[in-house]
């Protein structure tokens, strides 16, 4: 496949509205005669995401719901690492062990209240930025790169790596992210990145992150607990794993095949397979097993009066986010 | 330069019948232009520095997530000159707006704008009296007393301070854009690149590629043009007059109050300011305008007819009016009769005044005090150099976004100023764009994104401000029915209106945000 001809297939998407304009059988075959049986992604995945690869960049076509949930998953991503690092922050200072009657802000004039608000948030904002700047961040699964342009346009991190087994879906990532101004900077100086890569076949052992997101990807693989293994041994210690998954269950069924799938078409046909769903207690198990402790567990759903997905306590319905701590 | 923009012009509109041939051509005229000229990208572009397009950028400065950010704004005229024109008056601009409790919270606490508050007047409420019907009783005139707070201040108050908060801002050392300010600069052009960044290109020869394209340049504004987005909105065939009031009495104390009488031209509003002035907004028809900003030339007239307006009944100001008009058609105006008629209505009103009074109270002290309650302060005169009128329409985009671009305050919504809701409307556009931008900074969303980001924008402003428009519309079409049984039936309503107080005080909290 010739990055010209992805390239080609792009630019007719940007003026056709037809979604299925971009898809080229031909690319679906190749894909199947390369790929062997012991990768970390099963063929009949592979073709599918080669498949979608054209229609990833479309927010307002079959991918939008994706794009929607992307919000979500940056906010969880901050809240997380704001989370770790206020903890460890306040472990290592004593003045905040000196207890402060805590205050309610709504008693507060309204302008003193809004100062209050913005200092903390100013706080917050700061210990992430200092801590996370020499931060090498990878992106598993990353697909057309819709979170690691997110990540990437943070500026936050010293890099940001998006690993992808499918080869369309790291071309169109590339592509995509080169008719942007600032990530086509970002690609240039290597802040940003994009590589072809089999989890189970990676030459490269040395390579360490300091935060692994892995996002909308288990649900697709044949052994999910191999992938974690594999991303944990990729990861510094004291480093962040970010995962997102869909429970086993009734609701799961309902929303994301048969509600998103067949009767809303939100998603494009044959995109989850119910059996592949794990549940949120296995993944608590594996990091409890592999020493990773857990900093976060939040359940996600869409709502469609809003518009907008929603971040919820009910981690064992339906899509859930995850994140560990390697000890 | 005339030919270049009419060719700009004439491409554009053909363009979008989106033919894929003349999208071509399109695209072939922007590499010609821009080959000539160097391109420089951004980050955010805004077009016009009116009080909307500046509050934007003050708004952009005082955000500590976006003011990392690359952005400029172009302005055509020279602010400087203009600043300095406001300076040297000595008296109060006539272009005078309301701004909202909330509003001006926003702009005092969160931009911290160096207002001048000399020159801001508060008032608490506002009357509104049916002056369309023409039963001659003297009675209770039907009124609404609404508690709306609401500031009284100068445009060219809120353009100065936002200009010396801006040059300040530059001028310290942790500014990212020192000269984010271009004036006297037009925007010639607008095309797209090829990978869709709307390519701006300048009088100063330089073209811009920015990620955001902000318009707030106005009715007329370059950006809606390109964005050509149908549209709701008719003229009124009327026009506001504005000028500047002379009170007799100054008035008093700090329950100082807005006055409004709905005539069927269209409703006149007597709003205060400090001391012994006040300011106007009369809309009226073609010939009532011309007559009031063109022809006359004595401002007691025009005082005394404003004072007839709001105290006398229907019948008895229309006799005035007919009657000025009449005097001041010939070509040579006999001051004379002008005098004796103004004097005459002067004291018509203060007998008015007299009977009224006495009707409504039933003991002297009262009926001392009934008119400075009830009814607005008597005008002396008017400030005939401040006089001046403005086509009034009602107008509002189907949307307000595109990829890359979007448009902010009258740009996008234009209102009858019945309601003195126009810049606020624009205001609280700015608050809404601001947010929905440090939300896309926060995730790491592209700025431009329209789907994720301007789309958001839009579908949080456009029921709001379609409500304030289609509000305001209906109130200024309704009282302009001259049918009998309409009046009556809007008697009955505004007296309605005026014994609920949950509804009035709903209605003043959707206005200033305040209860």
Known sequence: ?327 | MLSLIKRAGTINTISHNSSKKLLCSLYSYSTTTTSTSKIEPLDILIVGGGPAGLSLLSSLISSDKLNNLNYKLVESNNLENQIQKYDDLGRYDNRIISITPKNLDYLTTKINLPLNFDKITKFNGITIFNGSDSSTMSEHKPRVDLDTESYMCEIQNLVKANYSFIKEKNASAESKNPNCLLQETKVLNISKSQDNYPLVTLSNGVTYKPKLLIGCDGFNSSVKKYMNYSSIGWNYDSFGVVGNLKLKYPSLGSNLRGWQTFLTTGPLAHLPLEGDRATMVWSCDNAMSEFFAKKLTNGEVLASLINCAFVLNRLDYEYYLKKIMKLYSTDIVNEEDVNKLVEEMNTRVEQESETLSKVNTDNSQDEMLYMDEYYPPIVESVDLTTVGRFPLKMFHLDNYSKDRMVLIGDACHNTHPLAGQGLNMGLEDIKELIKQLEKAMDLGIDIGNNELVLKKYFENRYPENSVMLMGTDFLFKLFAIDEPVVHKITNIGMNFVNSMDTLKKWMSFRVSGKN
Request: glycine share 4%; aromatic share 8%; hydrophobic share 35%.
């Open chain 1, 1 to 327: 496949m010739h990055k010209t001809q992805i390239k080609r297939l792009i630019n007719l998407r940007s003026v056709h509205v037809n979604p299925n304009i971009g898809f080229n059988p031909n690319i679906a075959t190749t894909t199947n005669a390369v790929a062997n049986n012991n990768t970390s992604f099963s063929t009949l995945e592979q073709s599918h995401f080669a498949k979608l690869a054209p229609t990833w960049w479309d927010p307002s076509g079959n991918q939008r719901i994706l794009h929607l949930m992307n919000s979500k998953r940056i906010e969880f991503i901050r809240a997380t690492l704001t989370k770790k690092l206020s903890e460890s922050a306040n472990k290592n200072k004593t003045e905040d062990t000196i207890y402060i009657p805590k205050f309610n802000k709504d008693l507060l004039p309204n302008s003193v209240r809004l100062q209050v608000d913005t200092m903390q948030q100013t706080y917050l904002d700061e210990l992430l930025t200092e801590n996370v700047k020499n931060w090498k961040v990878l992106d598993m699964g990353c697909g057309g790169g819709l979170l690691t342009e997110s990540l990437s346009r943070l500026s936050m991190f010293e890099n940001v790596k998006g690993y992808d087994i499918t080869e369309e879906c790291i071309q169109v990532a590339k592509a995509h992210a080169e008719n942007d101004m600032q990530l086509k900077e970002n690609l240039a100086d290597g802040t940003l990145s994009y590589e072809i890569k089999d989890l189970f076949n990676d030459p490269d052992q040395t390579t360490k992150f300091n935060m692994i997101c892995c996002f909308e990807m288990l649900e697709h693989v044949d052994e999910p607990f191999k992938v974690l293994d594999c991303l944990k041994d990729k990861l510094e210690t004291d480093g962040v794993l970010v995962l997102s998954t869909i429970n086993k269950e009734l609701v799961s069924y309902l929303t994301t095949i048969l509600a998103a799938e067949h009767v809303l078409n939100l998603v494009p046909k044959g995109t989850h397979d119910f059996n592949k769903y794990i549940n949120c207690e296995d993944i608590e198990n594996w990091g409890f097993k592999n020493k990773m402790e857990l900093i976060d567990a939040k359940g996600v759903m869409f709502n469609p009066i809003k518009d907008e997905w929603e971040l919820h306590d009910k981690k064992d319905v339906g899509n859930y986010f995850i994140s560990f701590r390697k000890l």
